[in-house]
């Protein structure tokens, strides 16, 4: 329940820090707002998140998309940080749309479509199998 | 949302900091008391019986002994836990002092994998059984990868969106508390009763060891990192006012200089008025640092402390810095071989206490969540009208904390009131509400 109340400051009349908006109305590019990074720091920590998310990590991906939002919803501010950030959306859609066709499928289809390997695969049979729910 | 366009009364920015506190901490209660209500409804008495851990290394209860037995073994579980818990802070003390401050956060955020990995995953499988959701082991193991990876970066690594890292701070809270509500009945009622002496003795004494954790944090200058909640400041004079720095509220000296002292603490101009501060000085939190411990993993206890004293840079906002922890390798060793999650980590030395932080803002520890979240899911392992009484106790005593906060402005324990209370009201409702509730229920008087 935290309201943002820094979310996005709309202050045109201040000039921002770092490079020059041309245009473009927030402040801060992160979702935080004055809380949050300053437009350099933030082109590092999204460089930074953008190549992290390639360890198959597509939730850091979405992370970075939510924490960069303004900087997605203004198309034309913050010309440094948005390319990280549109191709961790980018990145983040594709890979969610692939795991989430395997995983629909493996559920919807379950054993007729499968055959014997889908009790191999599925969670609950193999915790019993590797007795993972014992405690100690 | 236009800055600072008209001035906020002392009671919405009041409200507003206290409502940022109390609600993760409900939050927290409510997740534990969800799962310990999904979960251990059917096998309670065999898996308590089953988990070993630092906290039932002198005696596991069993059913058929009597009261006063098991009020003994307790007693004993509960000083063997307080005494490790010691041990491991002035070790982190000693740590700290030794300025190893790298090992320590890697070990830290290596434990927090740990937690959110391996007893993440375990409660996720518990609950895949119970509810036999047809997931494939693939998938399932993406999404936790997923989960602990970012999780880990959010609290300690990167500085991220401040929800996220709340969000997982919360829910860290919420696996720790889990495995607690599954350590036998006895023992978690003197546990929490121990805790909270222990964590009253640890920050008013003046040998203290996290009194001395924080002192030599201040005359050091620098943070202590570990685990804690800092809520999100409520701004009354916005950034674009002041020229894009961040106005700090700050421990100050009551002799009115802004120089760090180190050998007491610095008082504070007070916490809700939203007072600007020099930049000169620095604002500290102090926290209770208590371990707490995974059950039936084979205790390796990692010590968080979290402390981000500013200095106070022109247009930076509060960085938070690395985080320190500890390991303690102890406790029994009965864990089967293929569990490697119980070979891990996890006890975690949490940071209990409640401040300031940096931006002004109330600042928790994270083992405040957990020993209050037991506390709750142990009454909902009762019944629900436990938990009621309980959750209205312990924010009372958060409340009452609070207040000595603003009143004393130093780093107070947040246990002791709020145990006490929700101890009491457990108790006068198990004993007394109940007999009364379900009388009245059953002649169709109320409810």
Not at chain 2, 23 to 31: A, F, Q, R
Not at chain 2, 307 to 324: I, K, N, Q
Request: charged share 15%; aromatic share 12%.
């Amino acid at each position: 329940m935290e309201t943002q109340t820094n979310n996005s400051n709309r202050n045109p009349s201040r000039s921002p820090n770092g490079n020059s908006i041309t245009g473009s109305w927030p402040v801060w590019p992160t979702v935080d707002g004055s809380l949050g990074l300053s437009e350099d720091e933030s082109v590092k920590y999204a460089r930074r998140f953008y190549r992290f998310g390639f360890a198959m990590l597509p939730w850091l991906w979405a992370v970075n998309c939510f924490y960069f939002w303004p900087v997605l919803r203004h198309s034309r501010s913050f010309p440094r940080i948005r390319p990280y950030v549109v191709r961790s959306a980018v990145g983040f859609a594709v890979f969610t749309a692939l795991l989430s066709s395997w995983a629909f499928t493996f559920a919807i289809g379950g054993e007729h479509l499968f055959g014997p390997v889908w009790d191999q695969l599925v969670m609950y049979k193999l915790a019993d199998k590797l007795d993972l729910t014992g405690w100690s | 949302m236009a800055p600072n366009a008209r001035p906020r009364s002392i009671l919405e920015s009041l409200g507003e900091e206290i409502i940022r506190i109390i609600t993760p901490v409900s939050l927290c209660m409510l997740l534990v008391v969800i799962l310990v209500s999904v979960l251990n409804t059917d096998s309670s008495s065999s898996y308590s019986a089953s988990a070993t851990s630092i906290a039932t290394i002198a005696y596991s209860e069993s059913s058929s002994d009597s009261s006063w037995d098991k009020f003994l073994g307790a007693l004993l579980n509960s000083l063997v836990f307080v005494t490790v818990v010691t041990a491991v802070t002035f070790l982190l003390v000693l740590l700290f002092y030794f300025r190893c401050t790298k090992f320590l956060k890697y070990y830290m955020g290596f434990s927090s994998f740990v937690v959110l990995g391996f007893m993440g995953g375990e409660i996720a499988v518990f609950l895949i059984e119970k509810y036999s959701i047809p997931i494939d082991c693939i998938t399932f193991l993406v999404v936790l990868f997923n989960f602990a990876v970012v999780g880990v970066l959010a609290v300690f690594m990167t500085k991220i969106a401040i929800i996220v890292t709340q969000g997982y701070l919360v829910l860290i809270g919420m696996l720790v508390a889990y495995w607690f509500t599954l350590l036998p009945e006895w023992t978690t009622w003197v546990l929490l009763v121990a805790m909270a002496l222990y964590d009253l003795a640890a920050v008013l004494l003046p040998v203290g060891p996290l009194r001395l954790l924080v002192e030599l944090a201040i005359s050091r200058d620098e943070d202590i990192p570990a685990l804690v909640y800092e809520a999100r400041p409520v701004n009354c004079n916005d950034s674009g006012s002041t020229g894009g720095v961040p106005q700090r509220r700050v421990w100050r000296d009551k002799r009115g200089e802004d120089s760090v002292n180190g050998s007491n603490h610095n008082s504070n101009g007070n916490s809700v008025s939203g007072e600007n501060v020099n930049p000169g000085s620095n604002s500290t939190l102090n926290a209770t640092a208590v371990p707490d411990s995974d059950s039936d993993s084979n205790s390796v206890v990692i010590g968080h402390t979290d402390t981000s004293l500013v200095r106070a840079e022109e247009g930076r906002a509060p960085e938070r810095d690395a985080e320190l922890s500890t390991p303690l390798i102890g406790g029994r060793m009965n864990i089967p071989p293929h569990q490697p999650e119980d070979d891990a980590a996890s006890e975690s030395l949490m940071l209990e206490g409640i401040g300031l932080g940096s931006s002004g803002a109330i600042k928790l520890g994270l083992g405040d969540f957990i020993f209050y979240s037991v506390l709750v899911g142990r009454a909902a392992m009762y019944d629900f009208m436990t938990v009621y009484a309980c959750y209205l106790a312990i924010i009372a005593g958060l409340g009452v904390t609070l207040m000595l906060l603003a009143l004393y402005q130093k780093a107070l324990p947040a246990l002791p009131v709020s145990i006490a209370l929700g101890v009491l009201f457990y108790l006068l409702t198990r004993l007394l509400l109940e007999v009364f509730v379900v009388q009245c229920s059953l002649n169709l008087l109320m409810f």
